[in-house]
């Protein structure tokens, strides 16, 4: 792919003028004021990357993977349910008292205790811009003095179909935690995708490289983001379907990055998945939720990803929980909200 200069927009995270969810190109025009540590170009990540299986790779277009199946003409595919679950705030009012918000301090104010406009919630902040190529929300839940203040970061990682929304809370209760919500780059009915194909589609070989090319394009915005905004420690992804293929991908592409990677309904196809640690890399701490009846992104497969991370020495933890299909239950919302607590807390 040619190589694009990542400019970041110092107006991005003032609002922008790009509501997430409209069309593709209205954009928000950048404004570059980068430190030189910034100037990441896209495809060339700082981090190091972790080498893909090529082998397995070739294999897969030479045929010796799953052959495709028929796939009855114009079906586009399985559409997630939405994650992570939306909460009650109102996007539109709480981008709204954002910049409200950010009036008053930069007029050297202290915030009021109450609510800045009518429907405005507590504990939520929300701004949306674009990096690195996508569109985002970043998202604060907690108390906060200012949103420019050091704090954790998780990245979350919507499914097929779906879009960033404020996630349900609480994450973390007595202090404020930060969300990078990204956005799919490609329309898919009335949501957006991340990948070229899906899991049940047989088109394996197409679905490992749209995967690699995908992590490749999110992990230089992933790292900006990280960079520009005050960041407490490593920052923790996850994500659902799509998002959790995505999840396990840049936990293993990239691992020097990321405290933790939770992946739910996820897996890596052939060729992505390492067949040994890299050598003097301290990889994140890998927890997989999986339904024990997913059809979608079916069960077997994420076993399989997580026995053969284990078999090339990466440590991952594994919970299944029975008679759940392709689906983000309330029990699975708690542990990985529970695990992002614990995390969080030995920092």
Not at 18 to 27: S, V
Not at 80 to 103: C, F, N
Not at 260 to 277: D, E, K, Y
Request: net charge neutral; glycine share 10%; with cysteine.
């Amino acid at each position: 792919m040619p190589k694009l200069l990542l400019v970041l927009s110092s107006l991005a995270l003032m609002g922008g003028a790009l509501l997430l969810g409209c069309r593709a190109e209205q954009e928000v025009a950048a404004t570059p004021a980068p430190s030189s540590a910034l100037a990441l170009e896209l495809g060339s990540p700082a981090s190091s990357q972790v080498p893909v299986n090529e082998p397995a790779l070739l294999a897969a277009a030479s045929g010796s993977a799953s052959p495709d199946t028929d796939i009855a003409p114009g079906y586009t595919g399985p559409i997630d349910p939405q994650w992570p679950p939306s909460h009650p705030a109102d996007l539109e009012v709480e981008l709204k008292a954002a910049r409200i918000l950010r009036g008053i301090l930069r007029r050297g104010q202290r915030p009021p205790r109450e609510s800045l406009i009518a429907g405005d919630t507590p504990g939520v902040f929300a701004e949306q811009g674009r990096i690195g190529g996508f569109d985002y929300i970043e998202v604060v839940l907690g108390p906060i003095t200012s949103p420019d203040e050091k704090m954790p970061l998780v990245v979350l990682l919507h499914g097929r179909g779906g879009r960033p929304t404020i996630p349900e809370g609480p994450y973390l209760a007595e202090r404020p935690l930060r969300l990078f919500i990204p956005r799919g780059p490609d329309h898919l009915q009335s949501g957006y995708n991340w990948l070229a194909t899906w899991t049940n589609s047989g088109k394996v070989e197409l679905l490992s490289r749209s995967l690699a090319g995908r992590v490749d394009q999110l992990m230089p915005a992933i790292e900006a983001f990280a960079e520009l905004r005050p960041t407490l420690g490593k920052p923790i992804v996850a994500g659902f379907s799509q998002g959790g293929i995505l999840t396990f991908a840049l936990a293993t592409r990239y691992p020097a990055f990321f405290a933790a990677a939770l992946p739910i309904a996820g897996w890596l196809p052939p060729g992505m998945v390492p067949t040994s640690r890299a050598p003097g890399v301290k990889y994140p701490f890998i927890h997989a939720f999986h339904g024990g009846d997913d059809h979608v992104v079916p069960t077997e497969m994420g076993r399989k990803t997580v026995a053969e991370l284990r078999s090339a020495g990466i440590t991952v933890e594994y919970s299944e929980f029975p008679r759940v299909g392709h689906e983000v239950t309330p029990e699975i919302s708690q542990q990985v909200r529970a695990a992002v607590r614990a995390l969080f807390s030995r920092q």
